[in-house]
């Protein structure tokens, strides 16, 4: 969501601020509570630690300047992933029970993946300049949501519902 939000504005700070870092050491905080009142078995360490991860990600990405040729090359990169989506989809065993699991763990994950893929791709949409591109591009993402549905992942429905209030604001300002 971070690198989503960085491409949209092409705000490039490259200073860290006081408030951000703040930020970043009480969001990291919130994970706390859970580890020590939840056991602290490996499993929960381990998401935990996934956690700090991601959020890590999220701070650097917000504070790294990215030349436009890397921007395209991820861009590229997912237009492929996205392809190879489609095409598992389509493959012998990609559902279990009507359900979409794309030979991933379980159908969170690829509804997930799925998401995350699609909005690339309508970041995608915002710098590509020829209309046959744009259509092709909106094609696939269009179908990518469709597969995401097809996971039966309740978290999808919040996370488009969330991406809309966010293209909206990112359309506004």
Do not use: E
Request: aromatic share 16%.
């Amino acid at each position: 969501m971070a690198s989503c939000l960085f491409l949209c504005t092409k705000k490039r700070v490259t200073q860290y601020s006081a408030n951000t870092f703040l930020l970043f050491i009480l969001l990291l905080a919130m994970g706390l509570p859970s580890v020590l009142q939840g056991g602290f078995g490996f499993a929960y360490l381990k998401k935990f630690i996934i956690y700090i991860t991601a959020l890590s990600s999220f701070f650097v990405a917000t504070k790294t300047h990215v030349s436009d040729d890397t921007v395209s090359v991820l861009l590229g990169s997912n237009l492929v992933v996205s392809l190879v989506y489609i095409l598992r989809s389509r493959a012998s065993g990609a559902y279990i029970q009507d359900i979409l699991w794309l030979f991933f763990s379980n159908p969170n994950f690829a509804g997930m993946w799925l998401f995350m893929s699609a909005m690339l791709l309508v970041v995608t949409i915002l710098f590509v300049k020829k209309t046959l591109w744009r259509i092709t591009l909106s094609i696939i993402a269009g179908y990518l949501v469709y597969l995401s549905f097809q996971t039966g992942s309740r978290n999808i429905l919040f996370c488009f519902a969330y991406a809309a209030v966010l293209c909206v604001l990112c359309i506004v300002a």
